[in-house]
């Protein structure tokens, strides 16, 4: 496991995006962690990473809350999903989580403690669980412990 320590929301897209040199088609990564935690910021990093061209809209990205899933075709494809709205594991089927995972796309997760399925059972690639936690307010309110574990 690693753990890293993040002062702004700038420093937690660099960490993800020095993560991201590890990731590889077929390879899954959960991001846990409150709201406004920075989960879409890192995925932001990751993204970043793969898309260098600025394909993805002048390099701004958007939690898929609503949406559930946003795409980005960069050098590799890297699907984001936001399962915070989501309860069940047929609902994972009918987002095409499933289909992502198996198609040689990196899947990003926010929120993927939200269905308890064991997830090993449907990666073909690598899984890194990412946990995001605030540190306590006050005069580093942006202050971020992020810790990435290979989970397989």
Not at 7 to 23: D, H, R, V, Y
Request: contains cysteine; aromatic residues 12%.
């Amino acid at each position: 496991m690693q753990e890293f320590k993040s002062n702004s929301p700038q420093k937690t897209k660099m960490i993800a995006k020095e993560f991201a040199g590890n990731l590889k088609p077929f390879d899954f990564v959960s991001l846990i962690g409150p709201l406004g935690a920075g989960k879409t910021k890192f995925t932001s990093g990751i993204v970043d990473f793969f898309c260098t061209d600025k394909k993805r809209g002048g390099g701004h990205i958007l939690s898929p809350t609503y949406t559930i899933m946003n795409s980005y075709n960069c050098n590799v494809t890297v699907n984001h999903f936001d399962f915070y709205r989501l309860k069940r594991q047929d609902e994972l089927e009918d987002c095409g989580f499933f289909d992502s995972l198996a198609s040689g796309i990196i899947t990003i997760a926010e929120w993927a403690n939200n269905i308890h399925i064991d997830y090993k059972k449907y990666i073909e690639g690598n899984y890194y669980e990412v946990n995001i936690a605030a540190e306590k307010e006050g005069e580093g309110k942006n202050k971020r412990r992020i810790k990435i574990e290979k989970i397989l």
